[in-house]
């Protein structure tokens, strides 16, 4: 088979991240530069026995950086993820050449404030989003956005973006980051919040005074935690304009 020039470009990948067992982080270097807005997903493939086998997966770099970068859980039953986990430096991939995906920043007057909830690897493309706009303000240029970021883990060291994320919530008053331990049985020496990501919505909502006609949430990661969080914030009165998610696995459900 000839993969397709067309569609496909080769990445290289230049360097390689074990957080734990099951998740990891790479950077590639594509023949082209990638194209694409935070938030948005880029497709991975694999050639097997004559054919490419594909996958999205949401993008953690930031536009301005010179090399993509991903973030993975290994799944055993998957296509993608298991031959991508044994792929070290100075391997190839394939890339399609165009990125996708509308799970952007709201750019609407008046939408300044984001919550951004997730499951483990939901965070990459909050990341990208934070470190796109940690670099305007540092140039001069804040937006007056204000990031919330609520991740859920089932143990904490699961967290593998969470150095980055304290530090730029340091550095920068409008970011906020709060991990959660959804197993603490598991990880006794968390003394962070606990619970379901879903649950602890409510709670920062209210904190935060995150109202609706100025807020929009986007929620990552886990079908089940995307549509338990849209039917809390529909009884709490966000609209359908306001709710925006990125389901990563099956059930395959549309986000509406």
């Given at each position: ?15 390689r991240?074990?957080?734990?067992e099951?998740?990891?982080s ?12 935070p ?7 694999i050639?097997?026995e ?10 953690c ?7 993509v970068?991903?973030?993975?859980e ?9 031959p ?24 609407r007057v008046?939408h300044?404030q984001?919550l ?5 690897t ?7 989003m ?28 699961e ?5 980055e ?8 008053s409008?970011?906020?980051?709060v ?42 990661g ?26 990563y ?8």
């Amino acid at each position: 088979m000839t993969v397709s020039t067309e569609r496909f470009q080769k990445a290289t990948i230049i360097f390689r991240k074990d957080h734990t067992e099951d998740l990891w982080s790479i950077r590639v270097r594509p023949e082209v530069p990638l194209v694409f807005k935070p938030g948005q997903y880029a497709t991975l493939g694999i050639e097997e026995e004559g054919k490419v086998v594909e996958r999205s997966y949401s993008i953690c770099s930031s536009p301005h950086e010179a090399e993509v970068e991903f973030f993975f859980e290994l799944v055993m039953r998957g296509r993608v993820t298991p031959p991508l986990y044994h792929r070290q430096v100075g391997d190839n991939l394939l890339m399609r050449r165009n990125a996708k995906g509308t799970f952007t920043l709201d750019g609407r007057v008046g939408h300044k404030q984001h919550l951004l909830v997730c499951t483990v690897t939901g965070v990459a493309p909050y990341v990208s989003m934070a470190r796109t706009l940690a670099r305007e303000a540092r140039l001069g240029h804040y937006s007056g956005a204000k990031l919330v970021v609520l991740q859920a883990a089932s143990r904490s060291w699961e967290f593998a973006y969470r150095d980055e994320l304290e530090s730029l919530a340091h550095e920068f008053s409008w970011v906020k980051y709060v991990p959660i331990v959804s197993r603490p049985w598991e990880d006794p020496e968390w003394k962070g919040e606990v619970g379901r990501v879903e649950d602890i919505l409510r709670k920062y909502i209210d904190d935060l005074g995150f109202v609706p006609p100025h807020t929009t949430v986007y929620l990552c990661g886990h079908p089940q935690m995307i549509e338990n969080g849209k039917g809390i914030l529909r009884r709490r009165g966000f609209s359908k304009e306001s709710i925006r998610g990125e389901v990563y696995w099956a059930p395959q459900k549309e986000i509406s």
